[in-house]
């Protein structure tokens, strides 16, 4: 998976409560991003980062926060989770000299 | 909406069969196109690429066509393997690199044996 990983690898929690992923590099890429992955809708994109405390939001983006104090870190955080943010996330991370997105394993979260 | 998709959500075919995965995009102005192989429990892989400026390009065992005419990409697989069975999908991009990619929603390939 390219350096990449992802933590927890699966989750179960109820919901209101707060939950945090991790993504986590070793390749140094520039660009790093969040993606949901649910039935009948393929990858979508959460946030995106081009940078250390470089954040900005994508397709879904409402009910989640991102940070990135660090190159190799990139943290989605769910303040209150809901049911409907039970899904499987997928971070993805991308070099300034190419076009090729390689993506981590997954975390499976289900939000009871 | 979804700016790209896939015509298809399922395909079997026989090992040894070509297999042709198509898809269709909505954006014009995507400069980059992208196929990911997605196997259970995994992450999307990288199988190919291609420009806008480009009409055809070869990997290994996979060509991938793109008709900007008709906004259409497709994928084929040479020799179908059990070990292609997956999910595909084709994903856009505009021609900043970082950019982020915008997919469609998958198709199944089955290949029985």
């Known amino acids: 998976d390219a350096g990449i990983t992802q933590s927890p690898r699966h989750k179960v929690t109820e919901t209101g409560t707060p939950v945090t992923l991790r993504c986590h590099q070793t390749?140094?890429?520039?660009?790093m991003y969040w993606y949901r992955q649910d039935p009948g809708h393929g990858l979508r994109l959460i946030h995106y980062s081009y940078g250390v405390k470089d954040t900005d939001k994508g397709e879904v983006s409402d009910g989640y926060s991102v940070s990135r104090s660090k190159t190799e870190d990139f943290l989605l955080t769910l303040e209150s989770a809901t049911s409907s943010q039970t899904s499987v996330y997928f971070c993805?991370?991308?070099?300034?000299?190419?076009?090729?997105?390689?993506f981590g394993p997954g975390t499976r979260l289900t939000v009871l | 909406g979804e700016s790209v998709g896939l015509h298809l959500p399922t395909l079997s075919v026989q090992e040894g069969d070509n297999s042709i995965i198509n898809c269709a995009y909505s954006?014009?102005?995507?400069?980059?196109f992208i196929w990911y192989k997605q196997e259970s429990g995994k992450g999307p892989q990288f199988i190919i690429d291609i420009r806008s400026n480009m009409d055809k390009r070869q990997g290994q065992r996979v060509t991938v066509l793109l008709n900007k005419t008709v906004k259409h990409l497709s994928l084929q697989i040479a020799a179908t393997q059990p070990g292609d069975s997956a999910v595909y999908f084709c994903?856009?991009?505009?021609?900043?690199?970082?950019?982020?990619?915008?997919f469609g929603k998958g198709t199944t390939l089955s290949v029985s044996s």
């Open positions: 994903a856009e991009r505009g021609d900043q690199a970082g950019t982020a990619l915008i």
């Open positions: 954006n014009s102005a995507s400069d980059y």
């Open positions: 390749e140094n890429h520039r660009y």
């Open positions: 993805a991370i991308g070099a300034t000299n190419s076009n090729e997105q390689f």
